[in-house]
């Protein structure tokens, strides 16, 4: 069965509103390839006016994250039923830097996985490990605790529409990508993974993209690979070289 490749970009904490309008005005052109699934996951303050500059294009909007309640006293935070009413299709769930600098807990994800299902937003949830974890030996170990941990409870049926990005953390805007062998391997697991949870045909579906330096150059390389299934792309999908990944 063939996979649609999904490539996103993360824009992370950059961008304001005003860029945001002027750099998809530019980039509309670039990535208009509807062979390939186009999101941008966007700050929340941009959702808005991206929706507004996408709209008519093949390029959807995601969120970078969200809480798991429908609304109440969270201050800072935002409900799954603002991102769709806006016109949100895809959420990042569980990015190393929200596990990190926010405290995510595979508790906390595995309860924002089945919220965004209930809103019929699509996750991409991200795993990853350390470069002490991978000098250790233990990815694949770490990598399976992850996403059994984030699923656990979550039908066959949602994992089977949602996608899952493999992002080791030291491949993370550090301009060192993962071979496409290392990519290859862990993508491979995860599958594996979602096979032994789930069954063959729900592993086939799911769409597992690689993350973590990935530019113009290497990208085409990564995504030949039989796992992996398109990219999450951070510091790239800040430049117009996003629509070269997107076509590559
Ligand atoms: P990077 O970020 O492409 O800048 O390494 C990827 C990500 O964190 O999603």
């Known amino acids: 069965m063939s996979r649609k490749r999904i490539v996103a970009g993360n824009w992370k904490m950059n961008m304001t ?10 980039l509309r052109p670039l990535v208009d390839n509807t062979e390939v699934d186009v999101v941008l996951c966007v700050p929340a303050i941009d959702i808005i006016p991206a929706m ?28 799954p039923g603002m991102l769709t009413d806006a016109g949100v299709k895809y959420v990042i769930l569980g990015h190393s830097e929200r596990r990190e600098y926010n405290h995510e807990t595979d508790e906390v994800l595995n309860k924002k ?17 350390t470069l002490e974890q991978r000098n250790k030996g233990i990815t694949l170990d770490f990598i399976r605790m992850q996403i059994k941990s984030d699923l656990a409870g979550v039908p066959a049926s949602d994992v089977e529409e949602m996608v899952i990005a493999y992002e080791p953390i030291w ?6 990508t993962a071979t496409s062998a290392q990519a290859e391997e862990v993508c491979k697991a995860i599958r594996e993974c979602i096979a032994e949870i789930y069954s063959e045909g729900t592993a086939e579906r799911v769409r597992i993209q690689y993350g973590g330096s990935v530019n113009a150059a290497n990208a085409k390389e990564l ?20 629509g070269k990944i997107v076509n590559c």
């Not at 509103?17 to 530019?26: D, L, Y």
């Not at 996985?113 to 490990?129: D, M, Q, R, S, Y």
Request: negative net charge; contains cysteine.
């Open 17 to 26: 509103p005003a860029e945001t309008t002027a750099f998809i005005a530019k």
């Open 113 to 129: 996985v089945k919220k965004a299902f209930e809103h019929g937003l699509t996750p991409i949830l991200c795993c990853g490990e």
């Open 52 to 79: 507004t500059a996408t709209r008519g294009t093949n390029i959807e909007i995601g969120a970078q994250n969200m809480h798991f309640e429908e609304n109440g006293a969270y201050t800072g935070e935002i409900a």
């Open 223 to 242: 995504f030949s690979q039989p796992d992996i299934d398109g990219g999450l792309v951070g510091g790239a999908s800040l430049k117009p070289d996003f």
């Open 171 to 176: 491949a993370i805007g550090t301009g060192e």
